[in-house]
């Protein structure tokens, strides 16, 4: 069983930057982070498997960055140039297996509860 747990959330002025932290337990294959905006589906933001081997959404290439610290078992998301449109509830997520679908919730096994991101005009 892996346990997560986000924190790093806040409100920031459009063109901010911010860095969203999920300290973990356990082991896993693939790490993500997802959000969920009121009224829409949680949607894939960017996984991890090792620094060579990310994938992130076309609508945050060049702004967001997934990382990993291995030694303090922590996963980040770097986020920069936020725009009002990345406002949501973002959550970092594990699975344990190889996936085609690396930003579909349904391959994720394990989830944490969340930390609100508000970007203002």
């Known amino acids: 069983q892996v346990q997560l747990a986000e924190s790093g959330g806040g409100s920031v002025q459009a063109g901010g930057s911010l860095r969203l932290s999920c300290a973990y337990s356990g082991r896993s294959y693939r790490w993500a982070w997802f959000r969920q905006a009121p009224g829409k589906e949680r949607e894939g933001v960017a996984s991890?498997?090792?620094?060579?081997?990310?994938t992130y959404a076309d609508s945050v290439k060049g702004r967001f960055t997934i990382s990993k610290d291995f030694t303090q078992n922590i996963l980040y998301l770097q986020m920069n140039s936020l725009k009002p449109e990345d406002t949501a509830m973002y959550f970092c997520a594990t699975g344990s297996w190889y996936t085609m679908y690396a930003l579909t919730p349904e391959e994720y096994e394990y989830w944490g509860q969340g930390t609100q991101v508000t970007v203002t005009s």
């Open positions: 991890f498997v090792s620094d060579l081997d990310t």
